[in-house]
């Protein structure tokens, strides 16, 4: 219920005015003057402005108050989240995503950030001189292209990130798959077509866990060394699943630019709000999910199976849409459960 403080209302009348006004035949003659319709305008317009904000902050109340619930629920749990796709282009919704990822830490939750950077290494590639390619989605990567890829992701986009959090209030802690070899690569089955495009093969998250307890939040840019040393650069949507079951996440957040997964591809109306892994499969099976989509079904089923409790798919051109999907019950995407 909401309340309201009482306030004046528009029809109140103010006191007529003692003053004397003197007239043309001397001052013995005195009349009231007529009062002023001006402060009563203004009576009336600073009620309904302080109604207005009352109301507003009300509602800001009522938000909180509902989210507690989910707060508590996830509390102390750590939640992992995919960041790449429009999100990472729009300034706007890059700050939005920020400031979502920080007020989860402050209400705490454990929050690890794994990104990509597909827009901002293409730009890179130009500058030297280097056309990108691409096979069946994925980049060719040759020994410069993947020097390339470094450099950006964790010397640029890696820490610009970092910086973002650290200016919205929060502690970040800037990471990529070589440090204390979070994660190992393995060459992909393509590589002879692909180059140093590769596959998680193990993931080491002793260092990781310090940095969640501690309430800091983890950005983790997803380049990676085989047992030689060999750089690769590692899908983020892949290493954020393998990465959310070595530290016991309770949720996987792959942040999209699309809605979520469709019933019909050709409906965005058709949004399935949640499904299990055996719906995933059948889905897939029926065509009706495929494309650019397939591997991130994958993704999350994996991390299902081992041990994440939920996996989300949700659209990143929404703002604020992790807070949507984690402190809602109606979400923004869709849920896939064990």
């Known amino acids: 219920m909401l309340l309201t403080k009482p306030h004046l209302s528009s029809s109140t009348s103010p006191l007529p005015s003692t003053r004397l006004a003197s007239t043309a035949t001397g001052l013995n003659q005195a009349r009231p003057i007529a009062a002023s319709h001006a402060p009563r305008r203004r009576l009336r317009i600073a009620a309904t402005s302080a109604s207005t904000v009352e109301e507003a902050a009300l509602s800001r109340v009522d938000v909180l108050s509902e989210a507690l619930p989910f707060i508590q629920r996830f509390k102390g749990k750590t939640v992992v989240v995919k960041y790449g796709g429009a999100a990472m282009k729009s300034p706007e919704l890059q700050s939005s995503v920020i ?8 209400v705490g939750l454990r929050p690890v950030l794994v990104h990509g950077g597909g827009p901002e290494i293409n730009s890179w590639l130009l500058r030297v001189g280097i056309e990108p390619q691409f096979r069946n989605g994925l980049r060719v990567t040759d020994a410069l ?36 070899r979070l994660l190992t690569a393995r060459p992909s089955p393509n590589a002879a077509a692909l180059g140093f495009v590769g596959e998680v093969s193990r993931v080491d ?45 309770e949720k996987l957040l792959l942040l999209t630019d699309v809605s979520g ?41 994996r991390a299902l199976a081992q041990g994440v409790h939920t996996a989300s798919i949700i659209d990143g051109r929404v703002p604020h849409s992790l807070l949507l999907e984690i402190l809602t019950d109606e979400g923004t995407g869709t849920m896939i459960t064990g």
Not at 153 to 158: E, Q, S
Not at 160 to 178: D, E, Q, R, Y
């Open 99 to 106: 400031r979502d990822l920080v007020l989860l830490s402050c």
């Open 145 to 180: 292209t993947m020097e390339v890829v470094e450099m950006v992701l964790v010397g640029k986009v890696n820490k610009h990130l970092v910086s973002l959090i650290n200016l919205a209030g929060g502690t970040a802690v800037g990471l990529c798959g070589k440090d204390a």
């Open 205 to 249: 998250a002793t260092a990781l866990h310090p940095i969640i307890t501690s309430g800091h939040i983890s950005v983790i840019a997803t380049v990676a060394a085989d047992e030689t040393g060999q750089a690769y650069n590692i899908n983020a949507d892949t290493a954020a699943g393998e990465i959310a079951a070595a530290v016991g996440a």
């Open 261 to 301: 997964i469709l019933a019909d591809r050709n409906d965005p109306g058709s949004l399935v709000k949640e499904i299990n892994i055996a719906g995933v499969h059948q889905m897939v099976a029926d065509g009706q999910v495929a494309g650019g989509m397939i591997p991130k079904v994958e993704c999350c089923v």
